[in-house]
């Protein structure tokens, strides 16, 4: 298991940009796919974006392909989402996690979530 913290949200207006990070502690970060989640108000948690261990595999939610990237450095036990191009619809609570394979996040690590509010 690995604990994790989030920063980096913020209000940013429609076209703008901002970078979340997500700090995780434990020796074994660099064995854990991490992942970007958002849920928005009145709404499900949803994905948005994963890394495997070593930065070679990304993905992302068809919503946001294009515009965020995540990327993680192993030496710094952290990862990253770069939101570009941010559109009222971004805004959500994003949260952070680590899976050791990334295909079942129920049973992995989350951090507390970072609002982010795109204005319009």
């Known amino acids: 298991q690995v604990q994790l913290v989030e920063s980096g949200g913020g209000l940013v207006q429609a076209g703008g940009s901002l970078r979340l990070s997500c700090a995780a502690s434990g020796r074994t970060f660099r064995t854990y796919t991490m992942g970007w989640f958002r849920q928005a108000p009145g709404k499900e948690r949803e994905f948005v974006a994963s890394?495997?261990?070593?930065?070679?595999?990304?993905y992302y939610a068809d919503s946001v392909k294009g515009r965020f990237t995540i990327s993680r450095e192993n030496s710094k036990n952290a990862v990253y989402l770069q939101m570009n191009s941010l559109k009222s619809e971004d805004t959500a609570v994003y949260y952070c996690?680590?899976?050791?394979?990334?295909?079942?996040?129920?049973?992995?690590?989350w951090g507390q979530g970072t609002q982010v509010t795109v204005s319009s």
């Open positions: 996690a680590a899976e050791l394979t990334g295909t079942d996040w129920s049973k992995g690590s």
């Open positions: 890394i495997n261990w070593n930065g070679g595999r990304t």
